[in-house]
């Protein structure tokens, strides 16, 4: 059975900082690429971060680069984003996505996280 789940979403003051996590289970998790996404009431499923399978490329989208960092342990099963300098604008759910595209068979698979909430206000 596959499961992404997150943790480590709340309400945090503007400037400050909140580490979320996601253990993942039931796949091969090196094997897939991990990203964040977010989406924030009335706007459409945002990409955030991204990290590659062996965790030596990540990328960011503009609006958090400098501010926020992707990491992976292939060894534990887990994808973190550490989220600093957090803006009201930042407010949002936050889902873990592994992605996986097996070129020979052009087969996708994709799973998704259940979500974690994370408001940014005084």
């Known amino acids: 059975q596959v499961q992404l789940v997150e943790s480590g979403g709340g309400l945090v003051q503007p400037g400050g900082s909140l580490r979320l996590s996601c253990a993942a289970s039931g796949f091969s998790f090196s094997t897939y690429i991990m990203s964040w996404y977010r989406q924030a009431p009335g706007k459409e499923r945002e990409l955030v971060a991204g990290?590659?399978?062996?965790?030596?490329?990540?990328s960011y989208a503009d609006s958090v680069k400098g501010r926020f960092t992707i990491s992976r342990d292939n060894a534990k099963n887990t994808v973190s984003l550490q989220m600093d300098s957090l803006r009201p604008e930042d407010t949002a759910v936050y889902y873990c996505?592994?992605?996986?595209?097996?070129?020979?068979?052009?087969?996708?698979?994709?799973?998704w996280g259940q979500g974690t909430q994370v408001t940014v206000s005084p």
């Open positions: 996505n592994a992605l996986r595209i097996t070129i020979g068979t052009l087969t996708r698979k994709e799973y």
């Open positions: 990290i590659s399978d062996a965790g030596d490329t990540t």
